[in-house]
Protein backbone atom coordinates (compact mmCIF):
# COMPACT_ATOMS: atom_id res chain seq x y z
CA UNK A 1 0.00 0.00 0.00
CA UNK A 2 1.83 3.02 -1.51
CA UNK A 3 0.41 5.17 1.65
CA UNK A 4 1.83 3.21 3.85
CA UNK A 5 4.87 2.82 2.19
CA UNK A 6 5.97 6.15 1.95
CA UNK A 7 4.80 6.89 5.28
CA UNK A 8 7.85 4.64 6.64
CA UNK A 9 10.17 5.43 4.25
CA UNK A 10 9.65 9.02 5.80
CA UNK A 11 9.46 8.38 9.64
CA UNK A 12 10.65 5.01 9.73
CA UNK A 13 13.93 4.55 12.03
CA UNK A 14 15.96 1.57 11.16
CA UNK A 15 18.10 0.76 14.34
CA UNK A 16 19.65 -2.10 13.50
CA UNK A 17 19.44 -5.12 10.79
CA UNK A 18 16.39 -6.33 12.44
CA UNK A 19 14.07 -3.60 14.34
CA UNK A 20 11.97 -0.75 12.45
CA UNK A 21 10.80 2.22 14.49
CA UNK A 22 7.51 3.31 13.72
CA UNK A 23 6.71 4.79 16.83
CA UNK A 24 5.70 8.35 15.79
CA UNK A 25 2.71 6.86 13.36
CA UNK A 26 1.80 3.22 14.19
CA UNK A 27 2.26 1.96 17.54
CA UNK A 28 3.18 4.37 19.91
CA UNK A 29 1.96 7.76 18.45
CA UNK A 30 -0.85 6.85 16.20
CA UNK A 31 -1.63 8.34 13.62
CA UNK A 32 -5.28 8.25 13.53
CA UNK A 33 -6.36 9.27 9.89
CA UNK A 34 -3.56 7.04 8.94
CA UNK A 35 -4.91 3.98 10.56
CA UNK A 36 -8.21 4.65 9.48
CA UNK A 37 -7.46 4.37 6.17
CA UNK A 38 -5.32 1.06 6.75
CA UNK A 39 -8.59 -0.05 8.50
CA UNK A 40 -10.57 0.99 4.93
CA UNK A 41 -7.82 -1.21 3.03
CA UNK A 42 -8.40 -4.03 4.94
CA UNK A 43 -11.73 -3.87 4.94
CA UNK A 44 -11.57 -3.79 1.08
CA UNK A 45 -9.31 -6.64 0.58
CA UNK A 46 -11.87 -9.04 3.41
CA UNK A 47 -15.26 -7.45 2.30
CA UNK A 48 -16.23 -10.56 0.62
CA UNK A 49 -15.42 -13.12 3.51
CA UNK A 50 -18.17 -13.57 6.11
CA UNK A 51 -16.18 -11.83 9.03
CA UNK A 52 -18.10 -11.34 12.31
CA UNK A 53 -15.50 -10.30 14.58
CA UNK A 54 -11.65 -8.92 14.41
CA UNK A 55 -9.23 -9.82 17.07
CA UNK A 56 -5.70 -8.74 18.27
CA UNK A 57 -3.37 -8.70 20.78
CA UNK A 58 -2.72 -5.86 23.19
CA UNK A 59 -1.63 -3.36 23.04
CA UNK A 60 0.41 -1.92 19.95
CA UNK A 61 -2.46 -4.38 17.54
CA UNK A 62 -5.90 -2.02 19.48
CA UNK A 63 -6.06 0.32 17.55
CA UNK A 64 -5.62 -0.96 13.99
CA UNK A 65 -7.97 -3.63 14.86
CA UNK A 66 -10.27 -1.74 16.52
CA UNK A 67 -10.63 1.26 13.11
CA UNK A 68 -10.85 -2.51 11.01
CA UNK A 69 -13.85 -3.54 13.22
CA UNK A 70 -15.78 -0.33 12.91
CA UNK A 71 -15.59 -0.42 9.28
CA UNK A 72 -16.72 -4.20 9.32
CA UNK A 73 -19.54 -2.69 11.77
CA UNK A 74 -18.78 -6.02 13.81
CA UNK A 75 -17.02 -6.23 17.74
CA UNK A 76 -13.48 -6.50 18.60
CA UNK A 77 -11.85 -8.40 20.97
CA UNK A 78 -8.03 -8.42 22.07
CA UNK A 79 -6.41 -11.05 23.78
CA UNK A 80 -4.66 -9.51 27.48
CA UNK A 81 -1.37 -9.97 28.61
CA UNK A 82 -2.12 -11.98 32.00
CA UNK A 83 -1.83 -10.30 35.12
CA UNK A 84 -4.91 -11.24 36.97
CA UNK A 85 -5.58 -13.95 38.53
CA UNK A 86 -8.25 -15.94 36.47
CA UNK A 87 -10.03 -19.14 36.23
CA UNK A 88 -8.49 -21.23 33.37
CA UNK A 89 -12.28 -22.69 32.79
CA UNK A 90 -13.19 -19.03 31.91
CA UNK A 91 -10.38 -18.24 29.45
CA UNK A 92 -8.23 -19.61 26.82
CA UNK A 93 -4.80 -19.47 27.60
CA UNK A 94 -1.46 -19.42 25.11
CA UNK A 95 1.98 -18.40 25.93
CA UNK A 96 3.76 -15.78 23.82
CA UNK A 97 7.58 -15.06 23.78
CA UNK A 98 8.13 -11.09 22.96
CA UNK A 99 11.76 -10.98 21.40
CA UNK A 100 11.23 -7.04 22.21
CA UNK A 101 11.27 -7.64 25.29
CA UNK A 102 12.96 -10.44 26.07
CA UNK A 103 10.39 -12.45 27.75
CA UNK A 104 7.47 -14.82 27.47
CA UNK A 105 4.08 -14.40 29.12
CA UNK A 106 0.87 -15.64 29.11
CA UNK A 107 -2.14 -14.45 27.06
CA UNK A 108 -5.96 -14.72 27.58
CA UNK A 109 -8.69 -14.22 26.10
CA UNK A 110 -12.43 -14.62 27.63
CA UNK A 111 -14.67 -17.56 25.99
CA UNK A 112 -17.29 -15.48 26.06
CA UNK A 113 -16.21 -13.91 23.41
CA UNK A 114 -14.66 -16.51 20.80
CA UNK A 115 -16.27 -19.34 20.08
CA UNK A 116 -16.65 -22.20 17.16
CA UNK A 117 -19.66 -19.83 15.42
CA UNK A 118 -17.32 -16.72 14.78
CA UNK A 119 -15.73 -15.87 11.64
CA UNK A 120 -12.85 -13.67 12.45
CA UNK A 121 -10.31 -11.25 10.99
CA UNK A 122 -6.97 -11.39 12.59
CA UNK A 123 -5.49 -7.80 12.71
CA UNK A 124 -1.51 -6.63 14.38
CA UNK A 125 0.40 -3.90 13.85
CA UNK A 126 3.80 -5.75 12.77
CA UNK A 127 4.74 -9.26 11.46
CA UNK A 128 8.23 -10.63 12.18
CA UNK A 129 8.29 -13.89 13.87
CA UNK A 130 5.03 -14.53 14.21
CA UNK A 131 5.15 -15.51 18.09
CA UNK A 132 1.97 -13.33 18.93
CA UNK A 133 0.38 -14.42 15.55
CA UNK A 134 0.77 -18.19 16.48
CA UNK A 135 -0.64 -17.55 20.12
CA UNK A 136 -3.41 -15.95 18.05
CA UNK A 137 -4.04 -18.29 15.56
CA UNK A 138 -3.65 -21.13 18.99
CA UNK A 139 -6.36 -19.17 20.53
CA UNK A 140 -8.57 -19.22 17.77
CA UNK A 141 -8.40 -23.24 17.70
CA UNK A 142 -9.12 -23.81 21.21
CA UNK A 143 -12.61 -21.70 20.53
CA UNK A 144 -13.24 -23.70 17.62
CA UNK A 145 -13.48 -20.34 15.40
CA UNK A 146 -12.57 -20.12 11.73
CA UNK A 147 -10.06 -17.44 10.49
CA UNK A 148 -10.90 -15.98 7.42
CA UNK A 149 -7.60 -14.09 7.19
CA UNK A 150 -4.79 -12.37 8.63
CA UNK A 151 -4.23 -8.37 8.24
CA UNK A 152 -0.80 -6.89 8.98
CA UNK A 153 0.32 -3.12 8.92
CA UNK A 154 4.07 -3.67 8.74
CA UNK A 155 5.53 -7.58 7.59
CA UNK A 156 8.94 -7.56 8.03
CA UNK A 157 9.64 -10.16 5.09
CA UNK A 158 13.37 -11.10 6.10
CA UNK A 159 11.88 -12.89 9.18
CA UNK A 160 10.35 -16.13 8.83
CA UNK A 161 6.79 -15.19 10.41
CA UNK A 162 5.21 -14.62 6.90
CA UNK A 163 6.58 -17.77 5.27
CA UNK A 164 5.60 -19.94 8.38
CA UNK A 165 2.40 -18.98 8.77
CA UNK A 166 1.48 -18.59 4.59
CA UNK A 167 2.63 -22.07 4.88
CA UNK A 168 0.00 -23.13 6.98
CA UNK A 169 -2.53 -21.74 4.63
CA UNK A 170 -3.98 -18.73 6.01
CA UNK A 171 -4.34 -16.05 4.18
CA UNK A 172 -2.38 -12.96 5.39
CA UNK A 173 -2.65 -9.68 3.72
CA UNK A 174 0.44 -7.28 4.80
CA UNK A 175 0.07 -3.52 3.50
CA UNK A 176 3.84 -2.76 3.89
CA UNK A 177 6.17 -5.65 3.01
CA UNK A 178 9.58 -4.50 4.13
CA UNK A 179 12.75 -6.79 2.15
CA UNK A 180 15.61 -5.30 3.75
CA UNK A 181 16.58 -2.43 5.34
CA UNK A 182 20.21 -1.16 6.02
CA UNK A 183 20.74 0.20 9.14
CA UNK A 184 24.12 1.91 7.94
CA UNK A 185 22.39 4.06 5.20
CA UNK A 186 18.69 3.93 6.58
CA UNK A 187 17.86 2.69 3.10
CA UNK A 188 14.28 0.14 3.25
CA UNK A 189 13.81 -1.75 0.36
CA UNK A 190 9.85 -3.20 0.06
CA UNK A 191 8.59 -6.42 -1.96
CA UNK A 192 6.76 -5.08 -4.77
CA UNK A 193 3.47 -6.04 -5.31
CA UNK A 194 2.53 -8.98 -7.40
CA UNK B 1 -25.24 9.62 27.92
CA UNK B 2 -28.69 7.16 27.11
CA UNK B 3 -27.05 5.06 25.16
CA UNK B 4 -24.06 4.13 27.49
CA UNK B 5 -26.88 4.45 30.54
CA UNK B 6 -28.35 1.83 28.82
CA UNK B 7 -25.72 -0.25 27.66
CA UNK B 8 -24.49 -1.03 30.98
CA UNK B 9 -27.71 -1.60 32.00
CA UNK B 10 -28.38 -4.51 29.91
CA UNK B 11 -24.86 -5.60 29.52
CA UNK B 12 -22.77 -4.81 32.61
CA UNK B 13 -22.22 -7.10 35.45
CA UNK B 14 -22.32 -6.00 39.12
CA UNK B 15 -19.44 -8.08 40.48
CA UNK B 16 -19.29 -6.55 43.99
CA UNK B 17 -19.47 -3.33 45.98
CA UNK B 18 -16.71 -2.04 43.69
CA UNK B 19 -16.47 -4.14 40.45
CA UNK B 20 -18.56 -3.71 37.40
CA UNK B 21 -17.94 -5.51 34.58
CA UNK B 22 -18.08 -4.00 31.08
CA UNK B 23 -16.01 -6.70 29.17
CA UNK B 24 -18.66 -7.28 26.95
CA UNK B 25 -18.58 -4.23 25.12
CA UNK B 26 -15.99 -1.92 26.72
CA UNK B 27 -13.11 -3.18 27.32
CA UNK B 28 -12.22 -7.19 26.03
CA UNK B 29 -14.78 -7.53 23.71
CA UNK B 30 -15.34 -3.83 22.05
CA UNK B 31 -18.49 -2.52 20.35
CA UNK B 32 -17.08 -0.66 17.85
CA UNK B 33 -20.34 1.03 16.93
CA UNK B 34 -21.07 2.12 20.41
CA UNK B 35 -17.22 3.18 20.58
CA UNK B 36 -17.62 5.39 17.85
CA UNK B 37 -20.34 7.17 19.57
CA UNK B 38 -18.74 7.59 22.32
CA UNK B 39 -16.02 9.41 19.83
CA UNK B 40 -18.52 11.38 18.71
CA UNK B 41 -19.68 12.54 22.25
CA UNK B 42 -17.04 13.43 23.35
CA UNK B 43 -15.81 15.42 20.13
CA UNK B 44 -19.33 17.31 20.65
CA UNK B 45 -17.81 18.01 24.14
CA UNK B 46 -14.86 19.28 23.41
CA UNK B 47 -14.74 20.62 19.79
CA UNK B 48 -14.59 24.31 21.28
CA UNK B 49 -11.32 23.21 22.77
CA UNK B 50 -7.55 23.52 20.82
CA UNK B 51 -7.05 20.24 21.07
CA UNK B 52 -3.99 19.11 19.14
CA UNK B 53 -3.41 15.48 20.83
CA UNK B 54 -5.38 12.87 22.56
CA UNK B 55 -3.51 10.57 25.21
CA UNK B 56 -4.18 7.39 26.91
CA UNK B 57 -2.59 4.82 29.02
CA UNK B 58 -2.69 1.21 27.70
CA UNK B 59 -4.22 -1.03 27.09
CA UNK B 60 -7.85 -0.80 27.73
CA UNK B 61 -7.45 3.09 26.93
CA UNK B 62 -6.73 2.69 23.62
CA UNK B 63 -9.56 1.85 21.28
CA UNK B 64 -11.68 4.93 22.75
CA UNK B 65 -9.07 7.19 22.95
CA UNK B 66 -8.22 6.51 19.20
CA UNK B 67 -11.61 6.18 17.91
CA UNK B 68 -12.14 10.27 20.02
CA UNK B 69 -8.61 11.58 18.08
CA UNK B 70 -9.88 10.27 14.80
CA UNK B 71 -13.06 12.29 15.56
CA UNK B 72 -10.72 15.53 16.01
CA UNK B 73 -8.31 13.96 12.83
CA UNK B 74 -4.77 14.86 15.78
CA UNK B 75 -2.51 12.12 16.84
CA UNK B 76 -2.92 9.78 19.57
CA UNK B 77 -0.50 8.79 21.99
CA UNK B 78 -0.55 5.58 24.85
CA UNK B 79 1.70 5.49 27.38
CA UNK B 80 3.44 2.06 27.80
CA UNK B 81 3.26 -0.17 30.84
CA UNK B 82 7.14 -0.72 30.75
CA UNK B 83 8.66 -4.15 30.78
CA UNK B 84 11.76 -2.87 28.13
CA UNK B 85 14.57 -1.06 29.20
CA UNK B 86 14.97 2.56 28.09
CA UNK B 87 17.34 5.29 28.77
CA UNK B 88 15.44 7.73 30.95
CA UNK B 89 16.29 10.85 29.31
CA UNK B 90 14.10 9.75 26.49
CA UNK B 91 10.99 8.55 28.28
CA UNK B 92 8.51 10.28 30.75
CA UNK B 93 8.31 7.77 33.99
CA UNK B 94 5.48 7.32 36.60
CA UNK B 95 4.70 5.10 38.54
CA UNK B 96 0.84 3.48 38.60
CA UNK B 97 -1.07 1.61 41.45
CA UNK B 98 -3.56 -0.72 39.58
CA UNK B 99 -6.00 -2.16 42.24
CA UNK B 100 -7.82 -4.78 39.36
CA UNK B 101 -4.07 -6.22 39.11
CA UNK B 102 -3.01 -5.69 42.91
CA UNK B 103 0.52 -4.44 41.53
CA UNK B 104 2.61 -0.94 41.37
CA UNK B 105 4.02 -0.10 37.57
CA UNK B 106 5.88 2.14 35.90
CA UNK B 107 4.20 3.98 32.87
CA UNK B 108 6.53 5.79 30.62
CA UNK B 109 5.29 8.04 26.90
CA UNK B 110 8.65 9.56 24.95
CA UNK B 111 9.12 12.86 25.13
CA UNK B 112 9.41 12.87 21.35
CA UNK B 113 5.82 12.91 21.53
CA UNK B 114 4.48 15.15 24.32
CA UNK B 115 5.72 18.74 25.38
CA UNK B 116 5.08 22.34 26.14
CA UNK B 117 3.06 23.10 22.66
CA UNK B 118 0.92 20.25 23.44
CA UNK B 119 -3.11 20.81 24.07
CA UNK B 120 -4.08 17.46 25.33
CA UNK B 121 -7.36 15.19 26.11
CA UNK B 122 -7.16 12.67 28.25
CA UNK B 123 -9.49 9.69 27.36
CA UNK B 124 -9.99 6.63 29.21
CA UNK B 125 -12.24 3.85 29.54
CA UNK B 126 -13.12 3.87 33.36
CA UNK B 127 -12.40 6.06 36.23
CA UNK B 128 -12.70 4.93 39.80
CA UNK B 129 -9.76 6.00 42.26
CA UNK B 130 -7.90 8.23 39.75
CA UNK B 131 -4.78 6.27 40.00
CA UNK B 132 -4.53 5.85 36.08
CA UNK B 133 -5.61 9.58 35.65
CA UNK B 134 -3.19 10.33 38.05
CA UNK B 135 -0.01 9.00 36.19
CA UNK B 136 -1.34 10.47 33.15
CA UNK B 137 -1.73 14.65 34.74
CA UNK B 138 1.43 13.45 35.76
CA UNK B 139 3.16 12.79 32.53
CA UNK B 140 1.75 15.96 30.65
CA UNK B 141 3.28 17.97 33.59
CA UNK B 142 6.75 16.83 32.86
CA UNK B 143 6.09 17.36 29.34
CA UNK B 144 4.68 21.42 30.34
CA UNK B 145 1.83 20.42 28.04
CA UNK B 146 -1.66 21.60 28.92
CA UNK B 147 -4.63 19.52 29.77
CA UNK B 148 -7.61 20.55 27.85
CA UNK B 149 -9.81 18.17 29.65
CA UNK B 150 -10.45 14.98 30.38
CA UNK B 151 -12.66 12.60 29.01
CA UNK B 152 -13.96 9.03 30.49
CA UNK B 153 -16.66 6.75 29.47
CA UNK B 154 -17.68 5.32 32.76
CA UNK B 155 -16.85 6.81 35.83
CA UNK B 156 -17.48 5.01 39.50
CA UNK B 157 -18.96 8.24 41.52
CA UNK B 158 -18.63 6.48 45.15
CA UNK B 159 -15.06 6.36 44.56
CA UNK B 160 -12.99 9.45 44.86
CA UNK B 161 -11.11 9.59 42.07
CA UNK B 162 -13.84 12.06 40.49
CA UNK B 163 -14.08 14.34 43.00
CA UNK B 164 -10.02 14.67 43.29
CA UNK B 165 -8.97 15.18 40.12
CA UNK B 166 -12.30 17.65 39.50
CA UNK B 167 -10.99 19.48 43.04
CA UNK B 168 -7.36 20.25 41.05
CA UNK B 169 -9.71 22.25 38.50
CA UNK B 170 -9.63 19.71 35.67
CA UNK B 171 -12.68 19.61 33.78
CA UNK B 172 -13.99 15.42 33.53
CA UNK B 173 -16.54 14.41 31.09
CA UNK B 174 -17.75 11.44 32.10
CA UNK B 175 -20.29 10.06 29.96
CA UNK B 176 -21.86 7.77 32.26
CA UNK B 177 -21.65 8.21 36.34
CA UNK B 178 -22.30 5.11 38.39
CA UNK B 179 -23.54 6.58 41.31
CA UNK B 180 -24.10 3.22 43.51
CA UNK B 181 -24.37 -0.69 42.66
CA UNK B 182 -25.63 -3.36 44.34
CA UNK B 183 -24.23 -6.84 43.91
CA UNK B 184 -27.52 -8.50 45.58
CA UNK B 185 -30.03 -7.29 42.85
CA UNK B 186 -27.18 -6.25 40.19
CA UNK B 187 -29.39 -2.85 40.51
CA UNK B 188 -27.30 0.16 38.91
CA UNK B 189 -27.92 3.52 39.64
CA UNK B 190 -26.44 6.85 37.81
CA UNK B 191 -25.60 10.30 38.59
CA UNK B 192 -28.28 12.61 36.91
CA UNK B 193 -27.17 14.88 34.50
CA UNK B 194 -27.53 18.43 35.55
Redesign the interface.
Known sequence: MELLEQRILRDGVVVNADVLKV???LN??????L??ALGAEFYRLFSSCPINKVITV??SG??IA??T??R???????A??S??RVLPEDVYTTRVE?F????IYDVV??K??LGPDDHVLIVDDFLANGCALEGLLDLTRQAGATVEGIGIAIEKGFQKGGASIRAQGYRVESLAIVESMDPETGKITFRSAC
Chains 1, 2 share one sequence.
Open positions: GSFHQIDAVLDEAIAYVALFKVPMVFKKMTSTHGRMSQF
